[in-house]
């Protein structure tokens, strides 16, 4: 397949608040120095910095510290996530963005570890673009209440840029014309 979507279950959980960057390090995480960036962490988990004070995490960091945080400190408030995580990957992955988003994410800087808040077919989303041994991959999180419709869209999308061909049943989003009889 030219690109292919895949769900990605894995534990999430967010901070915010003054001291939240503070408490990360004191857990023993990296956190990204600059908004809209994020960094892979050495147990496999990364973190995300959304903003001046909130930070996103998935992977096996992120239950321990919804223990360490509990209910919350003074100055470092939980955030649930319970985002539905996407991976899209592929050479045909950038035609499959053009399609459904404006962030040209073909000009990234990969290696400045970008992170990107936008819309994707209508839906919000939230953007990890990553360099892997056999290309770029788009890790993608939206609202769980649009994470099938997302799913399903992109997953269309990518088998039309695969065959050429429209797929079997209408799609959710606009289609751009090939000029096929």
Known sequence: MV?????????RTGVKGPNAAAWLTAQGLAVPSA???WLPLADGSLIGRLAHTEFF???PAAPRLDAALGDGLAGVYPVLRRDVGLVLAGM???DVLAQTCNV???ALDLDARPLVMTSMIGVSVLVIPERRADGAAYRIWCDPTYGPYLARTLHTIA?????G??????VAAPTTSRGDP
């Open 165 to 170: 061909r429209p797929p079997p049943r209408p």
């Open 159 to 163: 088998a039309e840029e695969d065959d």
């Open 57 to 59: 995490v998935e992977g």
């Open 35 to 37: 908004h809209n960036t």
């Open 104 to 106: 040209n994410f073909a």
């Open 92 to 94: 045909g992955a950038l």
């Open 3 to 11: 690109a292919t979507v895949t769900r990605v279950d894995a534990p």
